[in-house]
């Protein structure tokens, strides 16, 4: 469909730095090594500082071997609202399985799985009546699909641009961003998006295509688009536009859901939802379970009886779930109440923070225990190392390195934003601990507020770089995967140049700061830098020729030394460079121009050509500004002659050139 309105006219902007899903499988593979457990995973970790080795839990700490000792503000991504082990519910856990109480019982049906559906049909907003439960949150979102196919006998279902949603089939196609759904063949048919916080493009929407939609998913807030908080009106119209036309209402509360937003759900009876989705918290951080619950009206016997789950209606976990929910709700919903309180002075603490930097943060945003920090553009030109992680979206792993190891604050990035670190403490922090948490974040804007960048990287440069990889990956052979006669920047005629350094100087040169490294931390900065892949260094504004012909460019740095060129060999080199070219043709660049030793792997780019791109070795560009220079320096005096001009090294190619087109200018 066509007329889905665009996300630029959202009300609410979340840009992003989206990339292709091509881009992302250069940049991955320099993050991979032989180990058995997602090593592509495990290498990207390890180059951040992020791989901790924890021997125990407790509350909001973890703790490594030696005894260090870490304040948790990610919760696994919301899963522990009371932190890790708490006592209540691993005594829950001993109970039941002391009593030999059932665990998988299918197709019988343990005791405490219908408790826990009658507690949830007691507490949850609106009229929400049946309960299917599952292992996961993903898999709550394809119970939904169904359900909403089954009972309204429509295929559509229509989602947010900017939500997330999970990584299985269905629920990748509901998330609105093409990184998650190309490597799979995503998105599924029968999915379409929409600008997110906006009730009356919805209601345009639905008016035109109710025949056709089964239903509209979407969250109470988008954590992993950002932490986008709609307005407060913003579900009930929701619910009011779905229900006008014949189109049923998803609410996904899987991660805002049980307390987080400071609120048992946050969604209000009055949006009346048909479908509500739960899971991450309702585990307590020890089982995993999720469910989605039903209103009678969009109940079908096909979703009673054609769907099943191996998994799903666990004892064990259903009574985890249930001591969470007792915990929640009891002596008037304290803990709840105390996640408001909370919430309210970590935002006020935050937006401290934008006032003091306001040239690094750009919004502080959230509700309850689900923050996040916004910060503006890192590449601002003064740092070429901070520009190479933003460029390749790495900055947020990086400053989320620099927490954990230089303060000891465990946070993460938002998955589907390249600038926005999310805080999402268990709903039991402490004053005192969110006061740490401020501080630290404190140091680290006050670091970039002062361009301090060698302490940002100094956690990584202390000691011999453990990446596993310190050099760029072998070629996957030549002319392979990205000719297209359109890059996907969507910009025609835009060029670049690739650049690298040529000594250890230019590192000092790029990035003033590193002065303070010590020869030692120069090297391992070396050593960490060359296993990153080709980014861009510095974007080029727009120029314009005589003839009013307009383009921009992009420098695309490649973070070799000449002696790295021949240390790699020649096939890896040139795979670089392909790779560069890559990034460069992703951009919407057409002309790519070759720079130092990147044109001597390649043979003057012979070895790089045939990707849709044209190469050229840069003699030319070199040349014919040379040539320009001596005619600006030389206008209004009098005419060029053999005996006032030479040309050095002119033997050479550029020299050659510079020569061959100067001659007609002189007499």
């Given at each position: 469909?066509?007329?889905?309105?665009?996300?630029?006219?959202?009300?609410?902007?979340?840009?992003?730095?989206?990339?292709?899903?091509?881009?992302?499988?250069?940049?991955?593979?320099?993050?991979?090594?032989?180990?058995?457990?997602?090593?592509?995973?495990?290498?990207?970790?390890?180059?951040?500082?992020?791989?901790?080795?924890?021997?125990?839990?407790?509350?909001?700490?973890?703790?490594?071997?030696?005894?260090?000792?870490?304040?948790?503000?990610?919760?696994?991504?919301?899963?522990?609202?009371?932190?890790?082990?708490?006592?209540?519910?691993?005594?829950?856990?001993?109970?039941?399985?002391?009593?030999?109480?059932?665990?998988?019982?299918?197709?019988?049906?343990?005791?405490?799985?219908?408790?826990?559906?009658?507690?949830?049909?007691?507490?949850?907003?609106?009229?929400?009546?049946?309960?299917?439960?599952?292992?996961?949150?993903?898999?709550?979102?394809e119970i939904a699909v169904k359900a909403a196919r089954a009972a309204t006998g429509k295929q559509t279902i229509l989602s947010t641009r900017t939500g997330f949603h999970g990584?299985?089939?269905?629920?990748?196609?509901?998330?609105?961003?093409?990184?998650?759904?190309?490597?799979?063949?995503?998105?599924?048919?029968?999915?379409?998006?929409?600008?997110?916080?906006?009730?009356?493009?919805?209601?345009?929407?639905?008016?035109?295509?109710?025949?056709?939609?089964?239903?509209?998913?979407?969250?109470?807030?988008?954590?992993?688009?950002?932490?986008?908080?709609?307005?407060?009106?913003?579900?009930?119209?929701?619910?009011?536009?779905?229900?006008?036309?014949?189109?049923?209402?998803?609410?996904?509360?899987?991660?805002?859901?049980?307390?987080?937003?400071?609120?048992?759900?946050?969604?209000?009876?009055?949006?009346?939802?048909?479908?509500?989705?739960?899971?991450?918290?309702?585990?307590?951080?020890?089982?995993?379970?999720?469910?989605?619950?039903?209103?009678?009206?969009?109940?079908?016997?096909?979703?009673?009886?054609?769907?099943?789950?191996?998994?799903?209606?666990?004892?064990?976990?259903?009574?985890?779930?249930?001591?969470?929910?007792?915990?929640?709700?009891?002596?008037?919903?304290?803990?709840?109440?105390?996640?408001?309180?909370?919430?309210?002075?970590?935002?006020?603490?935050?937006?401290?923070?934008?006032?003091?930097?306001?040239?690094?943060?750009?919004?502080?945003?959230?509700?309850?225990?689900?923050?996040?920090?916004?910060?503006?553009?890192?590449?601002?030109?003064?740092?070429?190392?901070?520009?190479?992680?933003?460029?390749?979206?790495?900055?947020?792993?990086?400053?989320?390195?620099?927490?954990?190891?230089?303060?000891?604050?465990?946070?993460?990035?938002?998955?589907?934003?390249?600038?926005?670190?999310?805080?999402?403490?268990?709903?039991?922090?402490?004053?005192?601990?969110?006061?740490?948490?401020?501080?630290?974040?404190?140091?680290?804007?006050?670091?970039?507020?002062?361009?301090?960048?060698?302490?940002?990287?100094?956690?990584?440069?202390?000691?011999?770089?453990?990446?596993?990889?310190?050099?760029?990956?072998?070629?996957?052979?030549?002319?392979?995967?990205?000719?297209?006669?359109?890059?996907?920047?969507?910009?025609?005629?835009?060029?670049?140049?690739?650049?690298?350094?040529?000594?250890?100087?230019?590192?000092?040169?790029?990035?003033?700061?590193?002065?303070?490294?010590?020869?030692?931390?120069?090297?391992?900065?070396?050593?960490?830098?060359?296993?990153?892949?080709?980014?861009?260094?510095?974007?080029?504004?727009?120029?314009?020729?005589?003839?009013?012909?307009?383009?921009?460019?992009?420098?695309?740095?490649?973070?070799?030394?000449?002696?790295?060129?021949?240390?790699?060999?020649?096939?890896?080199?040139?795979g670089l460079v392909e790779d560069a070219i890559r990034v460069a043709w992703h951009l919407g660049a057409s002309v790519v121009g070759l720079g130092g030793y990147s044109s001597?792997?390649?043979?003057?780019?012979?070895?790089?050509?045939?990707?849709?791109?044209?190469?050229?070795?840069?003699?030319?560009?070199?040349?014919?500004?040379?040539?320009?220079?001596?005619?600006?320096?030389?206008?209004?005096?009098?005419?060029?002659?053999?005996?006032?001009?030479?040309?050095?090294?002119?033997?050479?190619?550029?020299?050659?050139?510079?020569?061959?087109?100067?001659?007609?200018?002189?007499?």
């Open positions: 469909m066509n007329d889905a309105p665009d996300a630029s006219q959202s009300r609410i902007s979340c840009p992003g730095l989206e990339q292709s899903s091509d881009f992302y499988q250069v940049f991955l593979k320099y993050f991979s090594d032989a180990e058995s457990f997602n090593p592509t995973r495990s290498a990207l970790l390890r180059k951040f500082g992020l791989a901790l080795q924890i021997e125990r839990c407790q509350g909001l700490y973890l703790y490594s071997p030696s005894g260090l000792r870490y304040l948790d503000f990610l919760s696994q991504y919301g899963v522990l609202p009371f932190g890790h082990n708490h006592p209540e519910i691993v005594d829950a856990v001993k109970d039941y399985l002391n009593r030999s109480r059932p665990i998988m019982l299918q197709p019988s049906t343990p005791p405490s799985v219908e408790r826990l559906a009658d507690t949830l049909q007691r507490l949850a907003p609106g009229k929400l009546r049946f309960c299917v439960f599952g292992s996961s949150g993903a898999e709550a979102v990584k299985t089939l269905a629920a990748l196609s509901a998330t609105g961003r093409s990184l998650y759904q190309r490597p799979f063949g995503g998105p599924a048919p029968g999915f379409e998006h929409i600008a997110f916080a906006d009730p009356d493009r919805l209601e345009h929407y639905l008016r035109r295509h109710a025949r056709e939609t089964a239903a509209f998913i979407v969250e109470p807030i988008q954590a992993e688009g950002g932490m986008i908080v709609p307005g407060s009106d913003y579900l009930e119209r929701v619910g009011g536009a779905c229900r006008r036309n014949g189109v049923l209402f998803i609410a996904d509360e899987i991660q805002t859901g049980l307390g987080r937003t400071g609120s048992l759900f946050a969604t209000l009876p009055s949006a009346s939802p048909d479908i509500l989705l739960l899971s991450k918290a309702l585990g307590g951080g020890i089982m995993p379970i999720s469910v989605c619950m039903i209103s009678e009206a969009a109940w079908t016997p096909q979703i009673g009886y054609l769907h099943s789950s191996t998994f799903a209606n666990n004892g064990l976990a259903c009574c985890v779930a249930s001591k969470v929910i007792d915990m929640l709700v009891r002596k008037g919903e304290k803990t709840i109440n105390q996640v408001r309180s909370s919430g309210a002075r970590l935002l006020a603490e935050l937006q401290g923070i934008q006032r003091k930097y306001p040239d690094v943060v750009k919004d502080v945003r959230g509700q309850g225990l689900l923050t996040g920090i916004e910060f503006r553009p890192f590449d601002r030109g003064d740092s070429a190392a901070v520009a190479m992680c933003a460029h390749s979206e790495c900055m947020m792993g990086l400053l989320s390195g620099y927490l954990l190891n230089e303060h000891r604050l465990v946070t993460a990035p938002v998955f589907s934003h390249s600038r926005v670190l999310r805080l999402q403490p268990p709903l039991t922090v402490s004053e005192q601990q969110i006061g740490k948490a401020v501080d630290a974040l404190d140091s680290l804007c006050e670091n970039l507020h002062k361009g301090r960048y060698s302490r940002l990287f100094s956690y990584l440069v202390r000691k011999p770089s453990d990446s596993p990889t310190t050099s760029p990956p072998r070629s996957t052979g030549p002319k392979a995967g990205f000719r297209s006669a359109t890059a996907p920047g969507g910009q025609k005629g835009g060029f670049a140049f690739l650049i690298h350094p040529s000594s250890t100087e230019d590192f000092l040169r790029g990035d003033p700061s590193f002065r303070e490294f010590s020869a030692e931390e120069l090297a391992n900065w070396h050593k960490w830098a060359v296993g990153m892949p080709p980014s861009i260094a510095h974007r080029i504004p727009k120029v314009e020729s005589p003839m009013g012909v307009q383009t921009s460019g992009w420098f695309i740095g490649i973070p070799l030394l000449p002696k790295d060129f021949y240390r790699i060999g020649r096939v890896a080199a040139i001597i792997v390649t043979r003057a780019g012979l070895e790089v050509t045939g990707h849709g791109v044209a190469v050229t070795s840069g003699n030319s560009l070199t040349a014919v500004a040379a040539l320009r220079a001596l005619q600006r320096r030389c206008r209004g005096k009098r005419p060029l002659s053999s005996r006032s001009v030479a040309v050095l090294g002119a033997a050479g190619s550029v020299g050659r050139l510079t020569a061959t087109l100067l001659a007609p200018h002189v007499r």
